[in-house]
């Protein structure tokens, strides 16, 4: 493995980690061990494991966000098409850490950082509180558009607010519920909510 590949291995396998185990769960030895390489080799290029985990969850974040904008900032696409869209995003990611009859596990790495915020550098804190402010604006944006079309009908800011609520607390939903069918009905929830 060149630099590039080892640094991006290194970071994969930290999320999937950090994701089974949360934040004490993960350490340098297993993924080590996993990888064939040094924690030498990983402190090299990552130094603390407050470093990796503050790259791995900007990355995660980020790329989140991107998936996000992709599904709520294409204007003509229906709301239902939207809400259908993110239960097709949350469910590729629900099913990378969970097989079919198995009890749900966590799989998203905001919801399990979250719960080991305390942990987190003030950087990685940020991320998380800018997560859901952005998640907001992107949601906020596309319902007030929805409902200038005629699509949405009461009121958009609670209806934000439960859109918010429901993607940012999406694994937690899986887990209470046991599997994903609860998230489904969430969203099919909100879709009818927005439509009375």
């Known amino acids: 493995m060149d630099e590039s590949e080892s640094r991006s291995e290194i970071k ?15 350490g340098y030895a297993e993924i080590a061990t996993r990888l064939g390489i040094t924690r030498a080799n990983i402190h090299y290029h990552f130094g603390s494991k407050a470093a990796l985990i503050d790259e791995v969850l900007a990355d995660y974040v980020a ?22 869209q993110m239960l097709v995003f949350s469910r590729q990611r629900y099913d990378r850490f969970n097989a079919d009859g ?53 009121d958009v800011e609670a209806i934000t607010t439960l859109l918010v609520a429901i993607a940012d607390s999406a694994a ?16 099919a929830a909100l879709g009818r909510i927005s439509r009375s």
């Open 12 to 26: 994969r396998l930290a999320e999937e980690l950090l994701v089974r185990h949360g934040y004490r769960g993960m």
């Open 63 to 84: 790329a989140t966000l991107e998936a996000l904008r992709g599904v709520w900032a294409v204007d003509g696409t229906p709301l239902p098409d939207k809400l259908r």
């Open 102 to 154: 198995e009890l749900v596990r966590p799989w998203s790495l905001i919801s399990r950082l979250r719960q080991d915020q305390e942990l987190l550098t003030e950087a990685g804190r940020a991320r998380l509180a800018h997560f859901s402010t952005e998640i907001r604006d992107i949601f906020a944006g596309a319902l007030k558009r929805a409902a200038a079309a005629g699509e949405i009908h009461g």
């Open 172 to 187: 937690p939903i899986t887990i209470a519920e046991g599997g994903f069918a609860g998230l489904e009905a969430a969203y």
